[in-house]
């Protein structure tokens, strides 16, 4: 049908490899900061404190409503220009734009993952609170040991539709140009016009990681549907 | 008119009709009762083919409902279902609803079909709510809507599933009345119902069911006074109501 | 960042238009408001092959549908790009190619929501339908839609926001939007990225929190009306 040799030469199944490992590193580093920020916000957002709650509201609104792509730009274009000396040269001595790229993702997925944290305990019924007290565990207790667990679990389903976003989300990161997947997939057809060839790759190799998280969503979506007893 | 011969039914493994054999005559208002899940509402919804049988034919007028060359949607048309939840569309005026299936279905001319819908109104009680939302009638009158909706397509045969479990107690009777003056006028009914009084009054003959077999199929007179099964009688005994009364309607 | 916005209003809000093409938040609106109308049709097709009772059609539109949610739209514009002149034999411009890209996809996430709202219906409503005779198409067209529809508008709305923000990704193959404007505007005052971007970060923050309060607001309304209160 077609043929995929023209991977083999000129060493650019090198490229697209390194390709798929920047795409994995980006994702597997911007999803655990994600996920520190995001428990981090929701806790913010939990406690008795009108400026903490309105902090966190207007980061979670400002992702929320601001194109990746352009929350993107303004890490890499902008934030430079602010940053005092000695940071700027730390930044550019690594690799810069994969850091920034980084930094913009995390943010953006740790504000939603903050809302989808805090979606999950709002579901937990009041009743649970009541139950834990009742056998007098302090308001911290419950929260460790009743309602976060409970929490997170209801919410894993979005949490794994986060995780998904976030995957497809790494590919906007070559417009500052990190090397990622879609980057390298571009390199390649540039230099061997081998367009629907390595398209077609490139979709297969997304696929593989969306239907992955994709199954792990449904299989927590349907670990849910029996109520939890009171 | 309606025929059920040897009708077997499962749902997986659990066998919730079996080997049903019986037939209803034109004109015959015929009541099915029997406890829960005993399979009557099943039974009713196969003729229309809601459900489909693993075993046996059902026949009406003649003809397997289930056979490859016959269109369900016109043998739908030719019998007219009642839902115990009503089911009025809700996007539709109470017009809407009764004019709907004639034209689409039929192909009346809208004005032979308005004029249709406003007897079939007046005759349930309910001509001044022509143009009221479904949402904005009570259970009894939606319910009487739903029978006019199932009478506007002509059919000669109705099928009720359990049309007044679903009423508040002081609705069923508005009800119950519509179903006897159309019984009254000859109508081939089959009716499964709780309401032992009315079936007593208006029904021609009774079946009763449980789990799945069809095990009493007798006149109200001798099923009532002289049940047969030991079933049936234990059921009358825990069910018995009185007979509906002669109200005039007030809508 | 107000000397900026000053400077180039006309460049933000409507690109090199009159003496170019029509640029800026204009040619966003344009392209996401094209972008929804156009995909309507296949979203309703594909979201009621979804509930259809025929299983190859619910397959061929699960898969559809997974594969469309499983790429990055980046890759989607990138497919359109290559295959759009191949198909219509043409040259064609970026912005159809990215009217193109964005019907794809929301063929995928549109037709979420139709079927959302056609499971959301009373399953009586389908029974009953075609219990006088209507076909299941028939039933769908005068009693399924009508009444999904009515449900589903404020996820369109909110699902406007995602495609506005969608539009900022046909900045990456040239078409002159919002995002493209902003760029330029970078290009001309050179030592404010920061200001620029975040002012770029403001337009898109203010479409679509108005947006989404407006989809807000909607579904009160329709709740209220629901109750006989409106």
Known sequence: ?230 | MLQFENVDKYYGAHHVLKGIDAKIERGEVLVVCGPSGSGKSTLIRTVTRLEAIQGGRILFEGRDVAAADSNVNRLRARIGFVFQSFNLFQNLSVRQNLMLGPIKVLGLSRDAALAQAETLLAKVGLANKIDAMPANLSGGQQQRVAIARALAMKPPLMLFDEPTSALDPEMVQEVLQVMRALADEGMTMMIVTHEMGFAREVASRVWFMDHGQLLEDAPPARFFDHPAHARAQRFLQDVLRPAPRAAMLTD | MFDILHDHLALFLVGAWPHGPLGGVANTLVLAALGLVASFPLAIAVGMAQVSPWRWLRTGADAWTRLVRGIPLLLIIFWAYFAVPLLVGAEVSAFTTAVCAIIVYESAFLAQIVRAGLESLPRGQMESARSIGLSWLQSMRHVQLPQALANMLPSIVNQSVSIIKATSLAYVIGVPELTYSAAQVNTITLTKPLQTFLLLAAFYFVLCFTLSRFAGWMERRIARRRLGLA
């Open chain 1, 1 to 230: 049908m077609f043929d995929l040799s023209f991977l083999l030469e000129e060493g650019h199944l090198t490229l697209l490899r390194n390709g798929v490992l920047t795409t994995v590193r980006l994702f597997v580093v911007s999803g655990l900061m994600a996920s520190a920020i995001g428990i981090a916000l929701a806790t913010l957002r939990a406690l008795p404190i009108r400026i903490c709650k309105a902090l966190v509201v207007a980061i979670v609104e400002y992702h929320r409503n601001v194109p990746v792509l352009v929350q993107i730009l303004v890490w890499y274009f902008g934030v430079p220009q602010v940053l005092p000396e000695a940071l700027k040269l730390w930044i550019n001595a690594g690799n810069t734009e994969f850091f920034l790229a980084a930094v913009a993702l995390s943010l953006n997925s740790g504000a939603f993952v903050s809302e989808d944290i805090r979606s999950g305990l709002r579901a937990i019924p009041y009743t649970q609170h009541e139950a834990a007290w009742s056998i007098g565990l302090t308001y911290l207790q419950s929260l460790r040991y009743v309602i976060l667990p409970q929490g997170i679990g209801a919410a894993l389903p979005a949490l794994v539709n986060q995780a998904l976003l976030l995957f497809k989300n790494s590919s906007l990161a070559m417009a500052i140009g990190v090397h990622e997947l879609l980057y390298r997939t571009k390199q390649i057809d540039n230099l061997t016009f081998r367009t629907f060839d390595i398209f077609l790759v490139a979709t297969v190799l997304y696929l593989i990681g969306t239907l992955a998280l994709m199954a792990l969503a449904e299989h927590f979506a349907k670990r849910r549907t029996a109520p939890m007893g009171v």
